[in-house]
């Protein structure tokens, strides 16, 4: 089981950027996908960004590609998401998540752990 915290969620205005950070304790010498997701009141989760193991595949939500990116640094056990552009419509909830092994997953049900979330906001 791998234990998760975000961080760097705030109040922003349209335009700004924001760099989340993902932190992970517990199992970490192993191998493990980390994905982004989001979830805005009355929304269901969506799936924002996720990186493989060696960092050497991403992938990203169709609303935000072109906007953010999803970085990490093993030797430290973070993971980032850097949100460049925001918009309003970016507010939400955001929340890291992890599994075990390889593999691009962009539905959270393929994801067993999940950290408490941040939330994101952005003024118009």
């Known amino acids: 089981q791998v234990q998760l915290v975000e961080s760097g969620g705030g109040l922003v205005q349209a335009g700004d950027s924001l760099r989340l950070s993902c932190t992970a304790s517990g199992r970490t010498a192993s191998s493990y996908v980390v994905g982004w997701f989001r979830q805005a009141p009355g929304k269901e989760r969506e799936f924002v960004a996720t990186?493989?193991?060696?960092?050497?595949?991403?992938y990203y939500g169709d609303s935000v590609k072109g906007r953010f990116t999803v970085s990490r640094a093993n030797d430290k056990n973070l993971v980032y998401l850097q949100m460049n552009s925001l918009k309003p419509e970016d507010t939400a909830v955001y929340y890291c998540?992890?599994?075990?092994?390889?593999?691009?997953?962009?539905?959270?049900?393929?994801?067993?752990?999940w950290g408490q979330g941040t939330q994101v906001t952005v003024s118009s």
């Open positions: 990186i493989t193991w060696s960092g050497d595949y991403t």
């Open positions: 998540a992890a599994r075990p092994g390889g593999g691009i997953f962009t539905s959270p049900r393929r994801y067993d752990d």
